[in-house]
T-cell receptor, first 114, second 113 residues
Framework: AQSVTQPDIHITVSEGASLELRCNYSYGATPYLFWYVQSPGQGLQLLLKYFSGDTLVQGIKGFEAEFKRSQSSFNLRKPSVHWSDAAEYFCAVGAEEYGNKLVFGAGTILRVKS | KAGVTQTPRYLIKTRGQQVTLSCSPISGHRSVSWYQQTPGQGLQFLFEYFSETQRNKGNFPGRFSGRQFSNSRSEMNVSTLELGDSALYLC????????????FGQGTRLTVV
């Protein structure tokens, strides 16, 4: 079965600083990996996805993530954080054998201080 | 292109009642999945419908059910509501049967009192 771990519940960074949110997954074969962002009371917005190919993927809003099979990780990065990036971020894993089901991590709440 | 539409956005129900939530997927999308989000359990998969058939089901009691219509719109129903059913219910729409990215609606906030 798939599982996702986001080890950091909260992260606080200064505006303009770089950001890295950690995600580790458990799945036997090559998974499909996603990062979503959620603002309070809202739905989930897809930031980026990895299906195959280049292990460094670019997403919206200046985010990128790197798939590292050897570490079972898919960490999200941004070189310079903006105050509007404050939100909750979810890593998710999917697999073809499970249809379109996604398994989510617990989420990381990002606070941005000015 | 319109996104995923969930109605209603907010709902307050009493314990023991039942509730029906609706989801209209993105035009052309044939797969609809439902998730429950709570502070304690996070985001949990309820079920997925594809071409009017339930294809996958999460670990929820039988009080939670769903269906999909021929136009891909989906409804989920929760019977005999419990306080613990209070949650944000999210619907996700995907293009096809094989794995593709999921687009989420704004959710329905259900409060059981």
């Amino acid at each position: 079965a798939q599982s996702v771990t986001q080890p950091d519940i909260h992260i606080t960074v200064s505006e303009g600083a770089s950001l890295e949110l950690r995600c580790n997954y458990s799945y036997g074969a090559t998974p499909y990996l996603f990062w979503y962002v959620q603002s309070p009371g809202q739905g989930l917005q897809l930031l980026l996805k990895y299906f195959s190919g280049d292990t460094l993927v670019q997403g919206i809003k200046g985010f990128e993530a790197e798939f590292k099979r050897s570490q079972s990780s898919f960490n999200l990065r941004k070189p310079s954080v903006h105050w509007s990036d404050a939100a909750e971020y979810f890593c998710a894993v999917g697999a073809e054998e499970y249809g379109n089901k996604l398994v989510f991590g617990a989420g990381t709440i990002l606070r941005v201080k000015s | 292109k319109a996104g995923v539409t969930q109605t209603p956005r907010y709902l307050i129900k009493t314990r023991g009642q039942q509730v029906t939530l609706s989801c209209s997927p993105i035009s052309g999308h044939r797969s609809v999945s439902w998730y429950q989000q709570t502070p304690g359990q996070g985001l949990q998969f309820l079920f997925e419908y594809f071409s009017e058939t339930q294809r996958n089901k999460g670990n929820f009691p039988g009080r939670f059910s769903g269906r999909q219509f021929s136009n891909s719109r989906s409804e989920m129903n929760v019977s005999t509501l419990e306080l613990g059913d209070s949650a944000l219910y999210l619907c996700a729409s995907s293009l096809a049967g094989e794995f593709t990215e999921a687009f989420f609606g704004q959710g329905t906030r259900l409060t059981v009192v």
